[in-house]
């Protein structure tokens, strides 16, 4: 028996794929599958080249999370996204710009960047337009060692455990291990400051930095505090506060602190 609210949820998609072929850009989409091993994007499941998007910043407040956050960059998504699922991670795939030709690198995104024009299927609930997290980068993910090397603690993921795909599921794998790497978004917040009644930090002694993450669903992985995102740059993220939903809008959003540019 099909219900009404499905059927007329594959009404909306399709009007929403007229939009997006009219007026969108297209993406490669891709999926975590049984066999997928390794880093993003090659070691996941190619769904398509040609998803053609236009996405449309939306404000937190109107996204179904349990949580006020603006740091996260929500998306409703014009496209048809019925033949792809939850996780599905979207990059923009366009060429180089030319008018009228191709709206990609240039006009989109600086040639040669480490990031990424994406975001990952977040909400595809019915008689409502799907909603993306923006993904604009991938990272490495560490959890810390649990033992000190040679009575000292580092800060350097040289002991660390990498968080490792393998046959389509997460895990940490040994102490030195090297991590998948995986798609995330960042997004800033506000340093801190010490107040009024406290003095001023000495000159150059600045606050830790702040900043958003958000992680599509990593089958076997479960944030935690202390997990470092690491990414191309070598800059290092660690994780203060992970929440995560699997039903509603699916993910992982996380304050982490930022430290200075190192080896991991």
Known sequence: MVLPGAWFQSQIDKQLGAVGRSFGVPYAAYRIASTSSGDFPTAWQLLTKQAMVLNNRVRANDVDVA??????LWYQISGDMSSF???????????????GIAYGPNATSVPGTFELNGFALAWHAQAQ??????????????????????????????QDTGLILTNGVYAFGTPGSTASWVPCGFGTSDRQTRGEDMPPDPPGMLPVPRYYAYLPPLPGYSPAEGDALITEDDARYVVIAPYTQSAGTVGSQMMTQRYISQNG
Not at 67 to 72: A, F
Not at 85 to 96: C, E, S, T
């Open 67 to 72: 949580m006020t956050s603006e740091r996260t």
């Open 85 to 99: 699922i939850l996780g599905d991670v979207f990059v923009q795939n366009d060429a180089r710009f030319f008018p």
């Open 129 to 158: 337009p799907p909603l993306g997290a923006r993904i604009d980068r991938r990272v490495m993910i560490y959890r810390p060692a649990l033992e000190p090397i040679n009575g000292q603690w580092r800060s350097t993921r040289d």
